[in-house]
């Protein structure tokens, strides 16, 4: 099979290695890729949201099968524009994406179908703003509607602050969100659940937890992703019970009722409290850094997999996992999330020596010239898999040392909550 992988992320890297090592594909081509995937796949510069010439360019490139990575292509419905051109595509249809792509939307699904949620106001003015505050505590929590790259989410430990941020968004400070979901802060640990779904049935996909703020200790602004480790330990049997039957089967349920069939990967955030888990969000795609922890642990072949979900055979596919465990490390260009410089020359990744159980996955890199350059804010994930988290991170800063980076800089302590325990 042809093999066409749509983004350009850590995410998409890992998806290409675990696809490269498939027995079932002849080609991968990569719209359009990083510098890592160049390594494995073909990378073809490529508008990931112009539709009609992504579809032109998988008919040019006999694509048999299209893995949409990234949430802005589904959420502006590129798997419903393939399949109207009988491509087959892996990835939830435009409505379904609407789980990532409107929090009203997540949030309005969570009320009418007793999901497990903060309690929140949707907001399309200043006066529905007020409202909220006159009966709610603070901390609150501001989130712009539509996609925001991750900034569109402030906690706010002051109504003048709430007041502020909100109007910020009312003014257009993100293009896709004219309205607001205001919500009570949720306490607690967050965790992340994944599952892969066919039109059928659903199956366990990993469990990770990100590390979303910039520095050490969980300080700064909010980022994509600093790093992640898999499995979460806080995901025991009895929560995974509860994460499944009152937040995933009652959601799939209600998109179901709609006939609206929710198929690709399934992101569940949650924050857990006293052993019960609430939904912060859905993301309607693997995550990223999170994809670089779970495919390794993968031990099935992931185009068998992704070919049966899209024949909805998913069912008599078994998902099989190295008992193991994993942790990637991401190292970003100085002063990311702020301002960035982007071009700096990586120099000495051909001569890093790594072991079979550690990977670098490319995010943010470029080849200029037969050179590495830094490309983006979050640049390497440096990934490596074992038995104790501890070693795993020392391994990882290991490399990271060997690397020697100027440009970049990451957090030594992903995977705190665990291994100082
Ligand atoms: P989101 O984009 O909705 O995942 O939000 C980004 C991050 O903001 C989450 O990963 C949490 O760390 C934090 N967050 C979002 N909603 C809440 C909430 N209701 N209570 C506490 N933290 C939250
Ligand atoms: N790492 C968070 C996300 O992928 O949304």
Known sequence: MNIGLIGSGGREHALCQKIHESKLIKKIICFPGNAGTAKIAKNIKADILNFREIHQLVQFHKIDLVIVGPEEPLVRGLVDYLRKKKIKVFGPDKFASRLEGSKAFMKKVCKSNNIPTA?????????????????????????ADGLAEGKGVTICSSKKKVLNISEE??????????KIVLEEFLEGEEASYFVIADKKTFKFF?????????????????TGGMGAY???KIIDKK???????????????????????????????????DNEPYLIEFNVRMGDPEC?????????????????VVNNKLKQTSI???????MTVVLCSKGYPGKYKKNKTIKNLDRIKLSKNDFIYHAGTKLENDQLKSNGG???????????????????????????????FFRRDIGWKIINK
């Open 378 to 408: 979050r640049v390497l994930n440096i990934t490596s898999v074992g038995t104790d988290f501890l070693n795993i991170r020392k391994k990882i800063i290991k490399i990271i040392k060997n690397i020697n980076w100027k440009g970049g």
């Open 320 to 326: 099989n996992w190295h008992n193991k465990k994993s």
């Open 206 to 222: 990993g469990t990770a937890q990100d590390h979303k703020r910039v520095k050490e200790n969980d300080k700064g602004p909010n």
């Open 119 to 143: 309690d929140y106001k949707i907001c399309k003015n200043k006066k529905d703003v007020l409202n909220f505050l006159k009966k709610s505590k603070l901390p609150l929590v501001v989130k």
């Open 292 to 308: 670089q922890v779970i495919l390794p642990r993968l031990k099935t072949d992931l185009i068998k997999i992704i070919k049966n």
């Open 169 to 178: 968004i009312f003014k257009g400070k993100f293009k896709s969100s004219k």
């Open 239 to 273: 929560l995974e019970k509860k994460i499944i039957n009152k937040i995933i089967k009652p959601t799939f349920f209600a998109l179901k009722k709609k006939k609206i069939y929710y198929t690709g990967f399934l992101y569940v955030g949650l924050m857990i409290q």
């Open 230 to 232: 898999s499995p979460a």
